[in-house]
């Protein structure tokens, strides 16, 4: 099981699989993609849409950041199998909760949801390692 469905449930998992991955891809590979607050996401009333709450979709989710983390978390075949850390966020603050084997796994969370769109920070202080 993946990030995505472990952390959201299945029904995320499968609303993000019914859809092409452009918005997800783009948004968890933002900074790299060079989006930003102009890209194009914006409400049924026209208003932009926060970076970090931009959904899977490219519409509004409350937990759009952290719900892109885990998607980008999947997409990467050295982070998709760890399944003791959880994703959540506080406005554009990555947050990561749990535990992972080494140093070197906390590296590549950190560098992955530092990419993703609307990150503007990392929390770690609740991941232990070993």
Do not use: H
Not at 49 to 63: A, N, T
């Amino acid at each position: 099981m993946g990030w995505l469905q472990r952390i959201f449930g299945k029904e995320e998992k499968e609303k993000a699989d019914s859809r092409n991955l452009m918005p997800i891809y783009e948004s968890t590979r933002g900074k790299a993609a060079n989006l930003s607050a102009a890209q194009d996401f914006t409400d049924e009333s026209g208003d932009a849409i926060p970076p970090e709450r931009v959904g899977l979709d490219g519409q509004y989710d409350e937990s759009g950041l952290a719900k892109r983390v885990a998607a980008a978390f999947d997409l990467d075949p050295d982070t998709a199998d760890l399944d003791s850390v959880w994703v959540a966020q506080l406005s554009g603050t990555v947050v990561l909760k749990g535990s992972v084997p080494s140093q070197a796994d906390l590296d590549k969370l950190i560098a992955i949801a530092d990419e993703v769109y609307g990150s503007t920070g990392i929390q770690t202080d609740e991941v232990t390692i070993g």
